[in-house]
Structure formats: structure tokens, C-alpha cells
């Protein structure tokens, strides 16, 4: 008995209106693949919050949802400041209601060597990529 056959390239393996009248925030949800994750939640019917700290890809991520006439919205929020987490939080739910789900997509790097990377590199990517999912999802269990 072996594994059933994935669904074909480009069909969602999940079908629509899976996730209706579901509220989804993704971090760093306006570009790469924050923003594709993002797009298959508005495909399969969320209300989808697309956090990001940079409000070029804010409108980026806006406009691709938009596009796939999903119910989007987006907040500004630097996941490395609690308050900045908290607020984004109060905003989504003010709008429509508690997230069901969390991805926590946000991250950075510094396509460096690593004997090349500063001190303070590391750090930055250190705060965003594991202290600001450590706070994303601290807030979000905090609220359940």
C-alpha cells in the first residue's frame, strides 16, 4: 500500500472554500513565498492579514491578492517589537476576528560567507527569523 498520487502541478490539493470565513496572517506574506502562501489562503477562501515591516511589499502583496479577488488586508509590523506584534493583532481582529491560522513566514539573511558576516548581521537575522516567530506565535497563543 504505497502513498496516494500528489495532485497535479498548479491544482490546489485542497478544495475551494476550505478555508471561508477564516481569518490567516502571514509574515512576510508580500513577496517570495510568503506572498504564494498567502495567495493559495485567498484562493481557498481566508480573509488573509499579510504582516511585513516594509510597505513596498505591502502593496506588492496587496495588489497579488487583490488579483485573485481575495479579502486581504495589510499591517505593518516589525516582528521583533512585542508592541508592533500586539497592535498588528488588535488590527486584524478590529477588522475581522481572531487569526485561525499563523504562518510565520518572515525572515532575512545576508547571502554572505559566514566568516564575512558581521556581529550585528547575525543578529538581525537571529531577531527576525527566530525571535520574531518565538513573539508572532507567543501572541497568537496568548490570544487562544
Wanted: charged residues 20%.
Amino acid at each position: 500500500m504505497g502513498l496516494p498520487e500528489p495532485p497535479p502541478v498548479g491544482v490546489a490539493a485542497l478544495p475551494p472554500g476550505t478555508f471561508a470565513d477564516q481569518v490567516v496572517v502571514v509574515t512576510g506574506g508580500g513577496t517570495g513565498l510568503g506572498k504564494a502562501i498567502a495567495t493559495e489562503f485567498g484562493r481557498l477562501g481566508a480573509r488573509v492579514a499579510i504582516a511585513s515591516r516594509k510597505p513596498d511589499h505591502l502593496e506588492a502583496g496587496l495588489s497579488a491578492l487583490s488579483d485573485v479577488g481575495a479579502d486581504v488586508m495589510a499591517v505593518a509590523c516589525d516582528i521583533r517589537d512585542p508592541n508592533q506584534i500586539a497592535k498588528c493583532f488588535d488590527e486584524i481582529e478590529a477588522q475581522w476576528q481572531l487569526p485561525a491560522v499563523l504562518v510565520n513566514n518572515a525572515a532575512t539573511n545576508f547571502p554572505v560567507p559566514a566568516e564575512d558576516m558581521s556581529p550585528n548581521a547575525w543578529r538581525t537575522v537571529i531577531d527576525i527569523t527566530l525571535n520574531g516567530m518565538f513573539l508572532m506565535s507567543r501572541e497568537f497563543a496568548r490570544r487562544h
